[in-house]
């Protein structure tokens, strides 16, 4: 088992800033692939960004690439989400999760691949 514990959510002004975070623990967390995604009101749950367990290969959904970075600190079980010139349609609850990955390049980028959810954290960019 995998726990995941999301952070850093709250309200901001289009164009600024959040950093979320999602601390892990249980089992090594090392040994699975990350991912954020996010589920607006009445939405799909859908991805954001997913990073490799070394943290060498990243890939994000076209919707923020260029704006959001994926980074990961394996020393302190924490994977982070920094996103910049947010826009009212990155509104939605971001979760974490984790998936089991046994190949130090792969990521994952559907729901389904993903074994552990955290319980998301609330993003609300005015305009």
């Known amino acids: 088992q995998v726990q995941l514990v999301e952070s850093g959510g709250g309200l901001v002004q289009a164009g600024g800033s959040l950093r979320l975070s999602c601390a892990a623990s249980g089992r090594t967390f090392s040994n699975y692939a990350m991912g954020w995604f996010r589920q607006a009101p009445g939405k799909e749950r859908e991805f954001v960004a997913a990073t490799s367990w070394s943290g060498g290969s990243t890939y994000y959904a076209d919707s923020v690439k260029g704006r959001f970075t994926i980074s990961r600190d394996n020393a302190k079980n924490t994977v982070y989400l920094q996103m910049n010139s947010l826009k009212p349609e990155d509104t939605a609850v971001y979760y974490c999760?984790?998936?089991?990955?046994?190949?130090?390049?792969?990521?994952?980028?559907?729901?389904?691949?993903?074994?552990?959810w955290g319980q998301g954290t609330q993003v609300t960019v005015s305009s």
């Open positions: 999760a984790a998936a089991p990955s046994y190949y130090s390049g792969s990521y994952y980028y559907t729901v389904g691949e993903y074994d552990y």
